[in-house]
């Protein structure tokens, strides 16, 4: 964690607005937006860019991803911005609990990744790159996006520590591990041996 240099409330208010950001749940708007039905009720019930493209809505489902990656850069960008590297990784970690806990739809959320791979770019260019090039390899590899998803956030606090970015340790740690935790199904399913590949509808 970076040192704290501005007041506990200030950074709370950064993770108040953080959290409101991520909590918007993209995947359900685009699926109405693109007459797709309500996203919760098909293939997993995930609202993420992984259901979504089960559809077979390739548009939609790059949206979603998108912008479920821009909530996360841009609550660290304000908060960088307005307040300091503190407020940036507490805003950060409470977009990505607001995906995967969002107050609009009862809490239940999404995995996280993308906006995992949005907060971490926009803390890190450099480790946020990497983390997307380690997603790409092993899905693309494996036609897999919860083995890429698994190994990006698995990496991402090793690329970290590899830059010289220690104060990002702590946070790359814990969405690592929600990371983990949200794909504890899929993990179930990949020793199984009955993970769906990308684009499987």
């Known amino acids: 964690m970076p040192a704290l240099e501005n007041p506990l409330w200030l950074i709370g208010l950064a993770g108040l607005v953080g959290y409101g950001l991520g909590s918007v749940p993209f995947g359900v708007v685009m699926a109405r937006i693109f007459g797709l039905g309500d996203l919760r009720r098909i293939g997993s019930g995930n609202i993420g860019a992984t259901n979504v493209l089960r559809t077979g809505n390739k548009a939609a489902a790059a ?82 996006s919860s083995v890429g998803a698994l190994a990006a956030a698995a990496l991402a606090p090793l690329w970290a520590w590899a830059w010289g970015l220690t104060g990002l340790l702590g946070v790359l740690t814990v969405m690592a591990v929600l990371i983990f935790w949200s794909h504890r199904a899929n993990i179930r399913r990949l020793l199984a041996g009955t993970e769906p590949r990308i684009g499987q509808k």
Do not use: E, M, N
Request: charged share 5%; hydrophobic share 65%.
């Open 63 to 144: 949206l979603t991803l998108a912008l479920d990656a821009a909530k996360g850069a841009l609550a660290v960008g304000l908060a960088l911005w307005w307040i300091g590297p503190d407020a940036a990784q507490a805003a950060g970690l409470a977009a990505f609990l607001g995906h995967l806990y969002p107050v609009f739809i009862g809490f239940a959320g999404g995995k996280g990744v993308a906006t995992f791979l949005g907060v971490t770019l926009a803390l890190s260019l450099p480790v946020g790159l990497a983390a997307c090039a380690t997603w790409a390899a092993a899905a693309g590899y494996l036609r897999i």
